[in-house]
């Protein structure tokens, strides 16, 4: 809805749209998600489908770019459509991608039928440990600081030990907190996914 609304018109254009012509973004939400929707019927018709996917890029490091309020009443009517179409075709996973702070927004994100969320930015400040005893029931992925994997064994031990009790249970999707950094070497990544897969190993018996 706002990812794909962003690329089409610009971020600054978009947020203004939002106040001076609320019936266009309306308008054009309603159509995208019909769109889609129409495609995914004739796509699950012949496949097997795990997981829906947004990308919607909503947030900046300091929060949000738009209120929880205007979520609610532009997105989250369209969400709910896509969440009941991936509750009919037994789709388990609905999830929504966007970087930055966006704890403001989980709330109505989960209203909204999407159960799982990410990447959790860390030096956007979050805390995936916090989050986890906020909203129980949503599947987090991410959350795993990617500069820290840049830094060394050492380094790398310490942040899953700042996240550790995230593998135990259900509902954590291990991840870094975006995409891989070119400043993390072959040896330290390597090293960090043996690392991380002992974790989940000790808690999975």
Not at 26 to 52: A, G, N, P, Q, R
Not at 103 to 124: R, Y
Not at 163 to 189: A, R, T
């Amino acid at each position: 809805m706002f990812g794909t609304l962003r690329d089409m018109m610009g971020c600054e254009e978009l947020l203004i749209t939002f106040y001076d012509d609320p019936d266009l973004i309306h308008d054009m939400m309603d159509y995208l998600t019909d769109f889609w929707l129409t495609i995914y019927e004739k796509v699950c018709k012949d496949v097997e489908v795990h997981s829906i996917h947004m990308w919607e890029d909503m947030s900046g490091k300091t929060g949000s770019l738009i209120s929880p309020q205007m979520v609610r009443e532009f997105m989250a009517p369209n969400y709910k459509k896509m969440s009941d179409f991936a509750k009919k075709h037994n789709i388990p996973i609905f999830a929504l991608d966007t970087d930055g702070n966006c704890e403001q927004l989980l709330p109505v994100f989960i209203e909204s039928g999407i159960n799982m969320v990410l990447p959790f930015e860390v030096a956007a400040g979050s805390d995936i440990v916090d989050y986890r005893k906020k909203f129980p029931t949503l599947c987090i992925c991410g959350g795993i600081d990617k500069m820290e994997i840049a830094k060394g064994p050492a380094a790398i031990d310490r942040e899953l030990d700042r996240i550790d009790s995230m593998f135990k249970g259900s509902g954590y999707w291990p991840s870094v907190d975006h995409l891989i950094h070119p400043e993390i070497s072959w040896e330290d990544f390597k090293y960090f996914v043996k690392e991380m897969k002992k974790r989940i190993d000790k808690y999975a018996k």
